[in-house]
Each structure stands twice: as structure tokens, then as C-alpha cells.
């Protein structure tokens, strides 16, 4: 074996060389979709992929009996590894009956005004312990993998108070540190307003309490509104979002999920990395996103749980801006599989599967402000990469149920399989 920097780091991975992939998915292309080379493979040094293209020319420069981890893709679609730029997976309790009062009728506001849904959890949250949190969010992140997704954004947001927010970013930090998978965390205290409490008081709670110790402790890097009818309005949106980039917390908005109230203009106005949700954005809206340098964030899975109209991806895309994919995994929306999130881009908002396959990697990537070549496996990028059951990557979204994902690759080494 060939330690490829000879630094005899024993937890370097040394040479990864991933070969015979019928295709391999590189990263974006000119348009919105993805480039991809056939009879493909690519190596990486210490977790950095070193070289990308055909089998035989990256297996002359990289043998395969040289490497210290070495994968044969036998055949079958090898793809960056998902991102998944928008959740909300770390919580405590159960909501399971939620769903059964939606299927009945009841909407998802209602619960929320009647202090269901996000107060429910907070209650369940603010009675966990750091433990249980970090533990509930490790056994999302098992299942996360073992659909590919290498990087997950996690928002804290149950907490609402400056103790429990404090505590849920702690402990998705130590989810972080537990498990393979990356967790990019995102801090959303003005994720609700607390029962028993009015929306200007919290939000000068947040702007002067919560975000100093949040950014004191230095455990987030995103900081996230829900900017929207019945919970923030665009001005206090504004503000908190403001006060997060003084604290060097770059700003993401919930935006026109309900009703549109603006907040696709304060994304634009605060320099957001994204806007996520837009079921209700109107061509306006939209420009405003795009001429700011918005990356939109759309997230079929709660349109599909919802039974809400799916937002228009295709006005984004048919102007040549690329959109993002997520799950938005939360207890309102129980979808940890970017796979399905792909399907239900490509059927229920005619995404291409190529379109959507960059929005689940590349452009992912680039709603977390990930510029290292993530989401691609390009020379620099880091060894993130899936090897599917299947031989295409029209597949990935032809597989309406099934799970594609069989090896997943982070950093160069082997993590599930
Ligand atoms: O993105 N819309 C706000 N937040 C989540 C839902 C959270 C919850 O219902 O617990 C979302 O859909
Ligand atoms: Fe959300």
C-alpha cells in the first residue's frame, strides 16, 4: 500500500480509487444540468479527489492495487454525494397524529395556531437532554447515509429560547463529530414564536440574546427565518437576519411557504445564500432572487406532504438558474431521502433527471455556500461520492420507491456499504 503523502496519518485515507462506473455524474455543466463520463472512475488523494474520467486513463496514472481503499463500481452510476441543504433533523417527540388531523382536513397553520406542530416540539425538545437530541439526530444521519447524502444542513430552531437553542446547536455539533456524514448548522431561533409570548418582544429576544451567545459560542454558521404569514414579517425578518450577518452568520429565509409576504425581497436585500420553500413566489419574486444571487431552494417532499401545489421550478430553470434540492426532514415532513426528493422533482415540478440531480449535488452545495467543489467530484473536490444499484442516472428518479444507493464514499474511505 502507497500512503500518497507519506505523512503516515493513520486515519488518512491514503489513495481512494472508485473505477468501472458504467457513468459517473463530474458536476455542473454549461446549462443547469450535469456533465457525466461514461466507463468512468476517479481517484483521490487524503480525501481530495486527485483525477476524474475514463476508467482506463485514471486507473493507468492511479492502479487500482495501489490504492488503500479501492471500489469497483462493476457497471453501475457513480454520483457526488448528496447534499441536503435544508433541514430541520434534530428534535424530540412525536407527531404522528399530526399527520392524521392533516390527512383529515385540518391545516398545517391551524395546528400551529392552536400550539401544535413547531410548539409541540419545542415543548418535547425543551424536555430532552443534549444526549437524546444528539442521539435522535445520529439515527437520521444513519439513514441519510444509507440513501447518499454525504452533507446535511441542520437547523436548530425547537429550542426558542437562548438555553435550548444553545443546547440543540451543541448537540448537532456532536452529531457531527459522532457520524460520517458532514452537518452544516444553521441557527433559527426565529423559527416560531414561543407560546405566551408576542413577536416583537421575541424578536428583540433573538436579535439581542440568542444570536450573541450563539455567536460567541461559534456553532453556527447560517442564520434562518420564517419569514411569513402569522410568524415573522418581513421587517422583523429583516432585522434578526441583519443582526445574524453583524454576528457573521450568513443569512437563509423560509419564504413564500403559506403566502408571500416579502420574503424573497428581504433574501435579496440581506445577501442570502438562499430562499427555500417559494409554493407561493410570483415572477417578481423570482427576478428578485435571481438578480440577487439567491440560490432558490425547493422542497417537493413538504408540497407532497402538504398536498400543497408544487413550487415552479421550471420558471427558474427555463431561465437558466439552477435550483436546489432538499428534503426539508422535519416532523411535519418525514423525508430523509434525497432519492425521492429527485423522483418528486422530476414528476410532480418537470425537473429533467439531470436538472434535478444537479440540484440535489451541486447546486445544494451552493445553497450552504460549499465552493470547495462539493456536490461534484471534480479535481479538489472532497471524495464524497455514491455508487447506485442502477446504471443510469435517469434511474435514480425512474426508482420511484426504491432506494438506488449502495456504497457511499465520504472523504476517500468506504462509510457504508
Ligand atoms: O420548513 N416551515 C417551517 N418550518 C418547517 C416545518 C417545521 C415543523 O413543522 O416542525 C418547514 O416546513
Ligand atoms: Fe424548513
Redesign the pocket.
Known sequence: TVAADGSGDPDSPGLTVVHGASELVVGPDEGVGVETVADAAFAAEDGQVVAVGETEEVLREYPAENADVAVDADGRLVTPGFVDP?T?AIFAGDRTDEFEAKLGGTSYEDILAAGGGILRTVRAVRAADEATLTANLVEHLDVMLAHGTTTVEV?SGYGLSTDAELKLLRAIAAADEAHPVTVVPTFMGAHAVPEDREVEGYTEEVIEEQLPAVADQGIAEFCDVFCERGVFDAEQSRRILAAGLEASLTPKV?ADEFADVGATGVAADVGAASA?HLLKTDDEGADRLVDGGVTPVLLPATAFALGEEYADARRFLDGGTPVALAT?F?PNCYARSMGFVVTLACVGMRATPDEALRGATHTAARAIDRTDGTGTLRPGAPADAVVHDVTAGVEIPYNLDVNTADRVVVDGEVVHE
Open positions: 435544508h430541520h437547523k423560509h427555500d426539508d422535519n
